[in-house]
């Protein structure tokens, strides 16, 4: 059974970075699917941000792109995500998931052989 741990600071100033890292067991994250990146601000539906798959391309939310960067360390099977000049829009529920695809923006629903972390809020405030 795959298993998905978020982590990172739960406030971030606005124009700081937010860093999160996603601590993968179960499965090795060089051994296919995409390991993605989604959030879920207050009231809204899930927003795709990115993913990267198992040979290190990374793609990304258009919408996202020019502040949004994945990476991973597989050493630690682990990968991260940094979104930069966050403003409190940026404020939601993130998640850490390896799906089966990649998307374009949102998801309609989480599909039975994705797995998912549990999520971890993250607040944008100064």
């Known amino acids: 059974q795959v298993q998905l741990q978020e982590s990172g600071p739960g406030l971030v100033k606005p124009s700081q970075t937010l860093s999160l890292s996603c601590t993968v067991s179960g499965g090795s994250i060089t051994a296919g699917n995409f390991w993605s990146w989604i959030r879920q601000p207050p009231g809204k539906g899930l927003e795709w941000m990115g993913a990267?798959?198992?040979?290190?391309?990374?793609y990304y939310n258009p919408t996202l792109k020019s502040r949004t960067s994945i990476s991973r360390d597989t050493s630690k099977n682990q990968f991260s995500l940094q979104l930069s000049s966050v403003t409190p829009e940026d404020t939601a529920v993130y998640y850490c998931?390896?799906?089966?695809?990649?998307?374009?923006?949102?998801?309609?629903?989480?599909?039975?052989?994705?797995?998912w972390g549990q999520g971890t809020q993250v607040t944008v405030s100064a």
């Open positions: 998931a390896r799906l089966r695809r990649v998307y374009v923006s949102n998801i309609a629903a989480r599909l039975p052989d994705d797995y």
């Open positions: 990267i798959a198992m040979t290190g391309s990374t």
